[in-house]
């Protein structure tokens, strides 16, 4: 293995390495002034249990600007009847929040995917900015769980859906 790469090839393979490596999905929200924002994350991971709190990811995309600057969010753990919600979001221009992806809004004026395997309401603790990413820390304020129905994973730079297969021995 060489471990003196150039830094632009260290990216590259990171990149790749990443590329390799499978990830849940989830469609983080908020509630902007101009109406509701949001976008596709593979970087959501659970933090702590006491308090509970997740991690996230976002990179500078104009939706990622405005969840920044938002007093609480929704991240949706997405399983495989969101694989169009998860595309849809994951590119500028996709469809967000409409009647047909099952979209509505929580009595604090969050959107919520009712759908979606868990949402969790979140409020940011800390942001960290790190190269071209903003690392965010978030305490879980509530939790709605839906249907366990399935797997929605990125790996490859695609969506994969499966069953829930039986746990391993």
Do not use: N
Not at 12 to 17: C, D, T
Not at 57 to 82: D, F, K
């Amino acid at each position: 293995m060489d471990h003196t790469a150039a830094p632009h090839q260290v990216g590259i393979r990171f990149r790749e390495a990443f590329g390799r490596y499978p990830t849940g999905v989830a469609v983080i929200c908020a509630a902007g002034p101009q109406g509701p924002v949001g976008l596709t994350a593979s970087s959501v991971a659970s933090v702590s249990l006491t308090p509970p709190a997740l991690s996230f990811s976002v990179m500078g995309t104009r939706s990622a600007r405005h969840l920044l600057r938002a007093e609480s969010l929704v991240v949706h753990l997405l399983g495989p009847a969101h694989v169009a919600v998860a595309r849809d979001f994951s590119r500028a221009g996709g469809p967000r929040f409409t009647a047909e992806q099952g979209w509505s809004t929580l009595p604090t004026g969050e959107p919520f995917l009712p759908g979606a395997l868990a949402a969790l309401r979140v409020r940011p603790l800390r942001q960290v900015p790190v190269g071209d990413a903003t690392v965010v820390v978030a305490g879980v304020l509530d939790v709605f769980h839906g249907p366990d129905d399935g797997q929605l994973i990125y790996h490859a730079r695609k969506f994969h859906t499966s069953p829930l297969s039986p746990e391993a021995t």
